[in-house]
């Protein structure tokens, strides 16, 4: 049996946790990449300048330290750029209304199970992360990942094909996706979110679940208010200080 100071990692091995003081909170919020760093946004997503600056501010006035997660799609997707999906695009555009687009529709969803797959890595090496700050006391106080991202969407996230569906709806022409600009990516986005997590937190959402880690997770928009949805992040993690 345990003693009390001891406590167990996700691989279930026991561990002593090493006695000290010092000024640290021992609180600690994971959250995706560009919410410290926006250079890592798709591109055409980002809204900030360099950080979502009100959940961020938010998170350090309550005394909670910041683990970023990587960012699945620079790593997934051949990086900041990420080629290995914006290729693909032209072929899915030309292929719209036509009886090939069936076909790269089912090319899509197959790539995307596959990238699905590959992300476990990630979220394996997340999770141990995280085991290692609970198993060390430390409370984590939530998640916060991107809504509307097919990737870190908590709430809601991206269809990818619906989005080549969706453009004539929101007047984007397909010439325009070859640069696309932020607006236009919001209208479209905004037309093509489904209420499904994407697949990296999915993924972690499984993994707090699997643990038993009753740990709120919540997506900060990028194409909402920023103020509303900084606040809406602070009540859905339950923190206390800051407006
Ligand atoms: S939402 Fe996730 S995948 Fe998209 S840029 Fe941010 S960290 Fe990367």
């Known amino acids: 049996m345990r003693s009390q100071d001891e406590t167990a990692l996700g691989n279930d091995r026991p561990r002593k946790r090493m006695e000290f003081t010092d000024h640290r909170a021992r609180r600690v919020a994971f959250v995706s990449s560009c919410i410290l760093n926006q250079n890592t946004r798709a591109p055409a997503?980002?809204?900030?300048?360099?950080?979502?600056?009100d959940v961020v501010t938010q998170l350090l006035e309550n005394d909670v330290g910041i683990e970023q997660f990587p960012c699945p799609e620079c790593v997934l997707w051949g990086g900041l750029a990420r080629p290995k999906l914006y290729d693909q695009q032209p072929r899915a555009l030309r292929a719209f209304g036509t009886w090939r687009f069936p076909i790269v529709k089912l090319f899509s969803r197959t790539w995307m199970f596959i990238t699905g797959l590959r992300a476990r890595r990630?979220?394996?090496a997340s999770m141990r992360r995280m085991d290692d700050f609970v198993?060390?006391?430390?409370?984590?106080?939530?998640?916060?990942?991107?809504?509307?991202?097919?990737?870190?969407?908590?709430?809601?996230?991206?269809d990818l094909i619906e989005v080549v569906a969706q453009l004539e709806n929101v007047d984007v022409t397909p010439e325009a996706m070859a640069k696309p600009d932020f607006d236009d990516m919001g209208r479209l986005t905004l037309a093509s979110t489904i209420?499904?997590?994407?697949?990296?937190?999915?993924?972690?959402?499984r993994g707090l679940?699997?643990?038993?880690?009753?740990?709120?997770?919540?997506?900060?928009?990028?194409?909402?208010?920023?103020?509303?949805?900084a606040r809406r992040i602070s009540e859905a993690l339950g923190l206390t200080q800051g407006s």
Not at 46 to 51: L, W
Not at 135 to 158: F, H, I, N, Q, R
Not at 217 to 225: C, E, R, S, T
Request: net charge positive; charged share 20%; glycine share 12%.
């Open 135 to 158: 198993a060390e006391g430390y409370e984590v106080v939530g998640v916060v990942g991107v809504d509307a991202s097919p990737t870190c969407g908590v709430s809601e996230s991206l």
């Open 195 to 205: 209420k499904k997590p994407g697949y990296f937190m999915g993924g972690i959402a």
């Open 45 to 53: 997503n980002a809204d900030q300048k360099a950080a979502a600056t």
């Open 122 to 124: 990630l979220i394996n």
């Open 209 to 229: 679940r699997k643990r038993n880690l009753n740990i709120p997770m919540a997506g900060v928009h990028p194409w909402k208010d920023a103020k509303a949805e």
